[in-house]
Structure formats: structure tokens, C-alpha cells
């Protein structure tokens, strides 16, 4: 399929994988995290900076995270550029990137804000059940871990001014942890694609590799629709996956697409 590439589609996927090379061979072993400094964080974090707004989804935290990405651009996309022209294509997957980082961190401000005013009532009526409760609901599971034998040594002992202390402490990390977050990847612009050329081919039979059974185009898309949806739904806190990201390129492509029809450009 490489002699099949379009060229905004190759080129998207030798930046990815010169980035990634990039940071996994030379990057890292000098020390840079280059997630910190090139992720996207909330434009009211510190650390903000406005080139983050493009460089995040160029940016993929490992191997697997790359892959998941680059698989479906180099499967679906070059159908779509082959339908849009090359320009149209990548203002498509740049405005799918974007409204989903948007969609992200317009629903983190609101659920960041709701964690702030928890926190900040604890630490003005610290009790050990409700410190157990904010833990259990958003620490992820190795930050959860290190707090295990406290959270039992603080349940045992609520009145231990150090042990307030300490709790009141670890809960003013968690909600920094959250509101200094970045998001990094293409996987808005993906599902965009994704999105796309379920609207495009939507009876195209796509068949799994090691499985027996296909599906047609748009009941695959209904499927990761549904499955980002219970995603949001279930909230685990071990889940470091911006669900709303995905749902948020899903929707851009859906309201281009339907514009571009509209307007008579598809």
C-alpha cells in the first residue's frame, strides 16, 4: 500500500515518525521530555504556551501511542485526500486536531473548576472519608498506590495535625498534577479521519485482519463513537485518554463534511 500514499499523507506520517525517532533516540537521553515542553496544557496553566496549540499532535508519548495514530492515517486517509485534493485534506486534519484539543480543555476548565472547589473545601474541613473519596476518584492508580499506607495511617488517626498536613498537601498536588495536564497525539485529527471516511464510504466493507467478519464504514464509526462515549461515561481514573478529544475531531469532521456537501465541495 506505500506506493498508494498521497503526499500530505506521507508527509504527515515521516514528521510523526521523525519526531517520535527524534525524541525516543537523541531527546531522551539527554533528559528532554519533549511532551513537556511541546503537549498542549490548558491556557490558563503557567506552563501555556501558544505553539503548543500546533505542536501537541505531532507528539506521541511511546511507541504503541505512535502506532495506534499512524496505522489509521496510512489505512484511511490517502482515500480522503484522493476525494478532497491535498489542501483540503490537511486544513481537514489540522481543524480536526484543533477542535478536538478544543473540545478537550473546554470540558477540562469546567471539571478542573469542579475539582478546585472540592479540594479547596477539604482544606478548609479536612476528614479522612472524604480525602479517601477525592483519592479513589481521580488519583491516577500508581499516584493511589504511594498514598495507600497513608490513607490507612490518616483513616486510623484524623486528628493527627501532621497528617492533616499531609493530606491537605498531597490533595493540592493531585490538582495541580490536573491542571498543569498536556495532551499530546494526532488521535482528534484520526478521528476526524475516521469520521470522514465514514461519511464518504459509508457501505465500504472493511474487513479485520485476524477475524473472519467485516464491517461497513459506518457502523465502525458508530462503534468508536459508542465506545469513546462509555468511556466518558465510566470516568476511570486510571484512564489517562482524552475520550473528549476524540469525540470532539469526530464532530468537527462531521460538521465540515456536512458543510462542505451543503456548499457543494464535496
Known amino acids: 500500500m506505500g506506493s498508494q500514499l498521497t503526499p500530505v499523507v506521507k508527509g504527515l506520517l515521516l514528521i510523526n515518525v521523525i519526531i517520535f525517532a527524534l525524541q525516543a533516540l537523541v531527546l ?10 511541546g503537549g498542549l496544557r490548558s491556557i490558563f496553566s503557567s506552563d501555556f504556551e501558544p505553539y503548543q496549540i500546533f505542536t501537541h499532535f505531532f507528539i506521541h508519548a511511546n511507541f504503541d501511542h505512535l502506532l495506534g495514530n499512524m496505522l489509521p492515517l496510512f489505512i484511511f486517509a490517502p482515500m480522503l485526500e484522493y ?3 491535498g489542501k483540503r485534506f490537511l486544513s481537514f486534519y489540522v481543524a480536526c486536531a484543533l477542535g478536538a484539543s478544543f473540545l478537550h480543555f473546554l470540558i477540562h476548565f469546567f ?7 472540592l479540594v479547596q473545601a477539604y482544606l478548609n474541613n479536612p476528614d479522612p472519608e472524604q480525602f479517601n473519596r477525592l483519592i ?15 490513607i490507612n495511617v490518616f483513616a486510623a488517626n484524623p486528628t493527627d495535625a501532621n497528617l492533616i498536613t499531609g493530606s491537605q498537601e498531597r490533595l493540592t498536588l493531585l490538582y495541580q498534577f490536573y491542571a498543569n495536564s498536556t495532551i499530546t497525539g494526532a488521535s482528534g485529527a484520526i478521528f ?4 470522514g471516511f465514514g461519511m464518504l464510504f459509508p457501505n465500504m466493507e ?54 462542505w456537501v451543503k456548499t457543494g465541495k464535496v
Do not use: C
Open 136 to 150: 479513589l476518584a481521580k488519583a491516577p492508580k500508581l499516584l493511589y498506590q504511594d498514598w495507600y499506607e497513608f
Open 111 to 117: 471539571e478542573i473548576k469542579q475539582f478546585e472547589n
Open 28 to 37: 531522551d537521553g539527554q533528559g528532554i521530555d519533549l511532551a513537556k515542553i
Open 192 to 195: 476526524g479521519i475516521l469520521m
Open 206 to 259: 472493511l474487513r479485520f485482519l485476524f477475524l473472519p467478519i467485516s464491517v461497513k464504514a459506518k457502523y465502525m464509526v458508530m462503534l468508536y463513537g459508542a465506545y469513546e462515549t462509555y468511556s466518558i461515561i465510566r470516568d476511570a481514573p486510571n484512564d489517562n485518554i482524552a475520550h473528549f478529544a476524540h469525540l470532539g475531531g469526530m464532530l468537527v469532521a462531521y460538521i465540515l463534511i456536512k458543510y
Open 83 to 85: 476525494a478532497w485534493g
